[in-house]
């Protein structure tokens, strides 16, 4: 038990223990006759005893205030180092993430060449690249990294997104992506890469365009 504690248990029970002599005093007084002056004596000795036990109820509030803040704070320093503790497991693989996506850069890339032979002796390293991309993104699900992969008319966002280049389209809204040249990826709630998009400028602008023609 600790110093608090047992400085709020004396006081309760010195408060008990005043409020019983002054439950005493007041039983004595009603069932005894008692002259003028040793009435005035015993208001004294009520009314010392009042303000003592006044000042018994106001130390006990402050001990408990005191412990209930004591308590708050223990919490809380618990609650930090507890999500202290989940950050530092979940992002001291950052570093060694960001060398793994490379990884997946290359099979992203072998795998959409591969789109261009599709012939039948090409099909068994085919699969095996999917088998292994699928496995890599299984590890990065495990470390909880997940990919940001944005569609064509997605909205542009600069704390997910990084815009390569900006061109001029007829379909795709002015600041929505029109193309995603490479996928990012978070590790918990933090960016790990951003995505590499293209990003609409607007319709194209005909007679800006002709006047550029005919200069």
């Known amino acids: 038990m600790s110093n608090t504690d ?11 223990e005043k409020k019983d002599e002054n439950l005493d005093t007041l039983k004595v007084e009603s069932n005894t006759k008692k002259d003028s002056n040793t009435k005035n004596i015993e208001d004294e000795v009520v009314e010392k005893s009042d303000l003592q036990l006044e000042d018994l109820i106001k130390e006990r509030d402050e001990l408990k ?31 060694m993430s960001r060398d ?3 990884v997946f850069d290359n099979l992203q890339r072998a795998l959409d060449l591969a789109d261009d032979i599709l012939d039948e002796k090409s099909l068994p390293m085919i699969e095996g690249l999917e088998l292994t991309k699928k496995d890599l993104l299984e590890v990065f699900k495990r470390n909880k990294i997940e990919k940001i992969e944005p569609l064509s008319g997605d909205k542009f966002d600069p704390q997910q997104h990084q815009a390569m280049m ?15 040249l490479s996928v990012g990826f978070l590790i918990g709630d933090r ?4 995505s590499n998009v293209t990003v609409s400028s607007g319709p194209e602008n ?3 365009k002709v006047t550029q023609n005919l200069d």
């Open 191 to 194: 960016l790990l890469r951003a």
């Open 6 to 16: 047992e400085n709020l248990n004396d006081i309760e029970e010195k408060v008990e």
């Open 100 to 102: 793994i996506l490379s």
């Open 65 to 95: 205030d005191k412990l209930m803040r004591s308590l708050a704070e223990s919490e809380n320093t618990r609650k930090r180092a507890f999500k202290d503790r989940q950050d530092a497991e979940t992002y001291a693989v950052s570093r």
């Open 166 to 180: 900006e061109t001029p389209s007829n379909e795709i809204e002015k600041g929505c992506i029109i193309h995603v």
């Open 206 to 208: 005909i007679e800006e």
